[in-house]
């Protein structure tokens, strides 16, 4: 009997065993009821043999953060395969049916995920966004340059769960700002405190504290406390409005009693703390990957956004997986938006639709695709040109994972 793609009519319970399987890592019950309140059953796929759930990838519906923009995109979720039916196409042709119905209903340009194995993806047509530091600051250098305003920001504890409309209404203020970043709902804001982000029997519970000034609520923290061999902060997010909280917010994190290090495996690689610490040796950054981007449809993900200079362009596109995006594309625009239509005009540059995905939230640079030989240039200067419009004046970064 074939396998079958379709929509999934089962229950979750069926999709846990199968996630179980194929990722090798069981889900604890607080896990299971974090990740099924968020779980959005009518964007499920699945690939079915002899009435047996083989194959499963999920799509959530987000508001996301792109240059100059909001966009609805397509987030691609829990994708599995049963340990007997890989290595038979099962996962590209789910990856290709939840492709089809994104672009079919019209609604998201894009689609995107993080990748718990990076290489599997690209041949999807995914390319990586945004990319994050993982830091460990010692005490010994925990140290800030001197930041104007932080002696007037008050840190103060809080019960998470009760800070989560203030702190939610905060952080979604900041959404527009970087790309990358979603807007969280009610059932997001439960998913960022849950059971999924603070699951390690080691830990303290969940901790929050908000920096104060002239009575508003300007930034705050999560956290967890860890007494081990060499006990640490291991910090979860942190946002702030302005620079003094944001600083403040760290000098806190960085001060704690009877613990020797502050740990951030998400740090935003254009995080002020970077520069803000004395010892640039201090955090020992490690980069790691993020959000991985595809556009679903070429035309309408270029005319999503805006671009920091004006250009007038062809670009050749190619896409093995998806046909309708390969083509040659006129992108005409600048910092107010843009226009993108197909065009039958000689290309200025020849771009795969996974480089387009890689640039398209502004992750630097298109300039460094084309030195790398993933860019053609046909037409002399259009890669800077195109290189610095696809520029953001932030670096993407996605603070939740999905």
Not at 65 to 94: D, I, M, S
Not at 111 to 122: D, F, N
Not at 277 to 285: F, G, I, K
Not at 288 to 313: H, K
């Amino acid at each position: 009997m074939a396998i079958e793609i379709e929509r999934f009519k089962g229950d979750w319970d069926e999709l846990v065993e199968l996630v179980d399987l194929a990722f090798a890592a069981p889900w604890n019950e607080a896990q299971i009821e974090s990740e099924r309140r968020v779980w959005e059953p009518e964007r499920s796929t699945v690939a079915v043999d002899d009435r047996q759930l083989v194959g499963h990838t999920g799509t959530f519906s987000f508001l996301m953060t792109v240059p100059g923009a909001q966009v609805p995109v397509a987030g691609v979720t829990l994708v599995g395969v049963r340990p007997t039916h890989r290595r038979r196409g099962v996962l590209r042709e789910l990856m290709r049916a939840q492709l089809n119905d994104v672009y079919e209903a019209g609604n998201e340009p894009l689609a995107a995920l993080t990748a718990s194995e990076p290489a599997i993806y690209g041949r999807f047509g995914y390319g990586l966004a945004s990319d994050h530091q993982a830091v460990v600051i010692r005490k010994q250098s925990r140290e800030l340059r001197p930041v104007a305003g932080i002696d007037d920001v008050r840190i103060r504890y809080v019960d998470p769960r009760e800070a989560l409309p203030v702190t939610t209404a905060l952080r979604n203020r900041l959404v527009p700002l970087q790309p990358g970043m979603f807007v969280h709902d009610d059932r997001w804001q439960e998913y960022a405190t849950g059971p999924n982000v603070t699951n390690d029997p080691g830990g303290s519970k969940l901790r929050c504290v908000l920096a104060e000034r002239d009575g508003d609520v300007t930034g705050y923290a999560h956290y967890q406390t860890r007494r081990e061999e060499k006990g640490f902060i291991d910090v979860i997010r942190v946002h702030a409005a302005d620079v003094a909280s944001h600083a403040a917010l760290w000098r806190y994190l960085l001060e704690p009693d009877l613990l020797s290090e502050t740990r951030y495996g998400h740090l935003p690689s254009d995080d002020p703390l970077l520069e803000l610490l004395l010892d640039p040796r201090a955090p020992s950054p490690i980069t790691r990957d993020g959000l991985w981007v595809r556009p679903v449809d070429v035309r309408r993900a270029l005319t999503a956004r805006t671009y920091a200079r004006d250009l007038d362009v062809v670009l050749a596109v190619t896409d093995g997986f998806l046909p309708w995006n390969a083509g040659r594309w006129h992108l005409a625009g600048g910092p107010e938006g843009a226009t993108c239509e197909a065009t039958t005009r000689a290309a200025d540059l020849t771009i795969d639709v996974r480089e387009l995905g890689a640039v398209y939230l502004g992750r630097p640079s298109l300039a460094r695709l084309g030195a790398a030989g993933l860019v053609q240039e046909h037409t002399s200067g259009a890669l800077a040109i195109v290189s610095e419009a696809f520029s953001a004046s932030r670096l993407p970064w996605l603070d939740t994972g999905f």
